[in-house]
C-alpha cells in the first residue's frame, strides 16, 4: 500500500514535469539591482504600458506624414471638402477639420469640393473646439511672391473687381489690392465702368512698385495679343475696293473710327455722305455695325481711309438728263461764303449763286445779305457741267432787268431821289432802285463847298435827291448829279460881287501873304497883305472891319479877290478898273459856241468813263 502511494507520486511528479514549461528567468530576476534602478515609476503610476522604442518611432513617423503642425503664422494645404451656404469646410490633416467663410473665396467663384487652397492657423481652437482658418491672409502672405512670379514669366492671373477708383478699378489680385487703369480695361473706349465691379476677369501684371506696393494689371495687353494676331492676317488681305463689316469705334468731329476686327479704320466726314453734313453723328452711332469700303492704306497699313458714300451711286450720276440751263430749280441754302451761297438742289448735288447773280445790283454785297443757311430759294440754271460736277446758279434772272427800259424811266435831265451806298475818293454811288446805281462826281456834289473827300459832304445810307446828267446804256453807266438840283449861286454873286463893287466885311483870319474875309456863308474872299494897309499906313487886324473893293471874281475856279488900299488910292484904283476890262473880255471870249458845248459834253464823259 505504501508503496502504491509512492510509485503514484513518482509518477505524478513525471507527468507534472512533463506539462511545466521551462521557466524564463528576466533581466530583473539576474539583475534585481539595475531593474530598480532603471524602472519608470512615473509610468507604472500613471498606469502607461511600457512600448518598445520601435513602435513609438513607427508612431511618430505616422504623425509627421499625416497631420499638420497646427502652429500660428504657417501657411499650410488643405482641401475643400464640404461647401455650405456661407463657409467652406477645409481639411488640412489635423485632428479636426477647419472653417473659412466664402467671402474670402469671391475671387473664386468656381470654388469646389476637391480643390486644394493655400490656408492659414488663425485659431486652433474657438469656443466650441472649431479650428478657424483664414485663405485670405494665407494668400497675402504668398501674394507677393506670386504677383511677381506673374509679372517675370508674363503669366496670365484671375483677380476680382472689387470696386471703381477715380481713373480705373480695384482688383483682387492674389489677396492684394492692384488697380486697373480704366484705359487698360478693354481695346475699346468704356462707357459703362459699373458693369465690371463684381466680375473676376483675366489679367495680365504690367507694372510693380516694390517701393510703395502698388501692382498695376491690364486686361487689355490679354485682347491685344489676341487682337494682334488677327489684325496679322486682316491685313494682309487688305486690298483697295474691298467691303468690309466694321463697328463704330470713335466718333469726331472730323470723322468716325471703325473697328474692322483689330485693325482700325477712319472714315473723314466728307466720305460719309454725298450730302454736306455739320458732324458725324447724323449719319451714325457708337457700336454700329456697317459695310465700308477701303480708299486707301499708306505702305504699312497702318493708316487705312475708309469710304461710306461710296457704297452708293454718286447723286450726279443719277441726275435726270432732262436738267438742263435755263431750268428753274429749287433747293436749301448749306453754305454761304463772303462770294456765295451753295444750294442742294438734290440730295448730293449742289449749286453756287455767286453774289453777283443775286441782284440787278452792279453795288456787290455780301451773300449773307440775301439768303441764310436753310433757306429755301428758287434759282435758274446758268451752267451745268456734268463731267465736272458743278452748276452755277441765278436767282436775279428770274425778275426782269431794270436796265431794259432805263431811257424810259430815267432820261437824261430827269430828278430822281436815291439812297448812298458807297463812298470813292472821286465820288459817292447812289442806288436808285435795285440793280440801278449811279456816280455823282465829287464836284457835282455842291455849287460852292471845296469838298476833300465825300465823306465831308453826306453819309452812307443817307438820301439825295440827283439829276441824270449823262446815260450809257451799253455800259449800264449813269452819271448823276447833286448839285444841279438847285441853281447855281455863283450865277447871282457874279453881279453882286462884280470887279469893283465896294463890300463892307470883317477881317476874318489872318493868313500866309494876306487875309480872308467872308461876305457870307458861300463867298470868302482873299485880301493880299498889301492891300491890308489903311489910310494911316497900318494893316488891318483880325476882327477889324473895313470897306473892301473886288478886284477878282472868278465863278470857274470860286476865286474873289478885294482890296482896302483901293478905296483910297488912285493906283491901286487903275488896277482894279484894268481888272474889270480884262474880266469882260475873258467873259466875252468865254461864251460857248454849239462846237466848244461839244467838246465840253465830251470832256465830261470821258471824264465819267474814266473815273467810273
Known amino acids: 500500500m505504501a508503496d502504491k502511494a509512492k510509485q503514484a507520486e513518482v509518477e505524478a511528479t513525471e507527468v507534472k514535469t512533463a506539462e511545466a514549461p521551462e521557466v524564463q528567468i528576466s533581466e530583473a530576476q539576474k539583475n534585481p539591482e539595475q531593474f530598480l534602478k532603471d524602472f519608470n515609476w512615473h509610468n507604472y503610476q500613471e498606469g502607461i504600458d511600457e512600448v518598445e522604442d520601435s513602435q513609438l518611432q513607427e508612431f511618430e513617423q505616422l504623425v509627421a506624414e499625416n497631420f499638420v503642425d497646427t502652429l500660428d503664422d504657417e501657411v499650410v494645404e488643405g482641401e475643400v471638402i464640404h461647401i455650405t451656404d456661407r463657409d467652406a469646410i477645409i481639411d488640412i490633416n489635423a485632428k479636426s477639420e477647419g472653417v473659412i467663410s466664402l467671402n474670402e473665396f469671391r475671387y473664386n467663384p468656381d470654388l469646389k469640393v476637391g480643390d486644394k487652397v493655400e490656408v492659414l492657423i488663425d485659431v486652433r481652437e474657438d469656443a466650441t473646439g ?284 430827269s430828278k430822281h431821289k436815291g439812297i448812298v451806298r458807297n463812298f470813292t475818293n472821286f465820288g459817292v454811288f447812289v442806288e436808285l432802285e435795285e440793280g440801278i446805281d449811279g456816280l455823282i462826281y465829287i464836284s457835282d ?34 452819271s448823276l448829279g447833286h448839285k444841279q438840283t438847285t441853281d447855281n449861286p455863283w450865277d447871282k454873286y457874279e453881279a453882286e460881287f462884280a470887279v469893283g463893287t465896294s463890300h463892307t466885311a470883317e477881317i476874318s483870319d489872318i493868313v500866309d501873304k494876306g487875309a480872308t474875309i467872308e461876305f457870307n456863308e458861300d463867298i470868302v474872299a482873299f485880301v493880299p497883305s498889301r492891300h491890308l494897309e489903311k489910310e494911316d499906313g497900318k494893316k488891318l487886324k483880325k476882327g477889324e472891319e473895313a470897306e473892301f473893293k473886288i478886284i477878282e471874281f472868278n465863278k470857274e475856279f470860286k476865286r474873289v479877290v478885294a482890296s482896302h488900299t483901293a478905296i483910297f488910292r488912285e493906283e491901286e484904283a487903275k488896277i482894279v478898273k484894268a481888272a474889270a476890262k480884262k474880266a469882260a473880255n475873258a467873259a466875252a471870249e468865254a461864251k460857248p459856241t454849239l462846237g466848244d458845248a461839244n467838246e465840253t459834253l465830251q470832256a465830261l464823259k470821258d471824264k465819267m468813263d474814266g473815273k467810273s
Open 130 to 413: 472649431q479650428l478657424v482658418l483664414s485663405h485670405r491672409k494665407a494668400r497675402v502672405i504668398k501674394a507677393w511672391d506670386r504677383v511677381n512670379a506673374a509679372h517675370d514669366n508674363g503669366e496670365i492671373v484671375k483677380g476680382f473687381v472689387k470696386c471703381r477708383t477715380k481713373g480705373g478699378m480695384i482688383v483682387d489680385v492674389f489677396g492684394i489690392e492692384a488697380f486697373l487703369p480704366g484705359s487698360q480695361i478693354d481695346v475699346k473706349p468704356i462707357r459703362d465702368y459699373d458693369a465690371y465691379v463684381n466680375k473676376t476677369m483675366e489679367f495680365k501684371v504690367v507694372k510693380i512698385n516694390h517701393e510703395f506696393k502698388n501692382v498695376v494689371v491690364s486686361h487689355k495687353a490679354l485682347i491685344e495679343a489676341d487682337i494682334e494676331e488677327q489684325k496679322k492676317e486682316i491685313i494682309s488681305q487688305l486690298e483697295k475696293g474691298q467691303v468690309l463689316e466694321g463697328v463704330v469705334k470713335n466718333i469726331t468731329s472730323y470723322g468716325v473710327f471703325i473697328d474692322l476686327g483689330g485693325v482700325d479704320g477712319l472714315i473723314h466726314i466728307t466720305d460719309l455722305s454725298w450730302s454736306r453734313i455739320n458732324h458725324p453723328n447724323e449719319i451714325v452711332e457708337l457700336d454700329q455695325k456697317l459695310n465700308v469700303v477701303i480708299l486707301d492704306f499708306d505702305e504699312d497699313k497702318s493708316r487705312i481711309q475708309l469710304g461710306l458714300k461710296q457704297l452708293s451711286k454718286h447723286p450726279w450720276d443719277a441726275l435726270g438728263e432732262d436738267v438742263k440751263v435755263g431750268d428753274k430749280v429749287k433747293g436749301k441754302v448749306v453754305v454761304i461764303a463772303d462770294y456765295g451761297a451753295f444750294i442742294e438742289v438734290a440730295e448730293g448735288v449742289e449749286g453756287l449763286i455767286h453774289v453777283s447773280e443775286m441782284s440787278w445790283s452792279t453795288h456787290l454785297r455780301s451773300a449773307q445779305d440775301f439768303v441764310s443757311v436753310g433757306d429755301e430759294v428758287e434759282a435758274e440754271i446758268l451752267t451745268l457741267d456734268r463731267e465736272e460736277r458743278k452748276m452755277s446758279l441765278g436767282i436775279k434772272q428770274l425778275t426782269p432787268d431794270p436796265w431794259t427800259d432805263i431811257t424810259t424811266k430815267y432820261p437824261v435831265g
Open 445 to 478: 456834289l455842291s455849287w460852292t463847298k471845296k469838298i476833300k473827300h465825300p465823306s465831308e459832304f453826306c453819309n452812307v445810307g443817307d438820301e439825295l435827291e440827283v439829276v441824270v446828267l449823262e446815260l450809257d446804256v451799253e455800259g449800264r453807266k449813269l
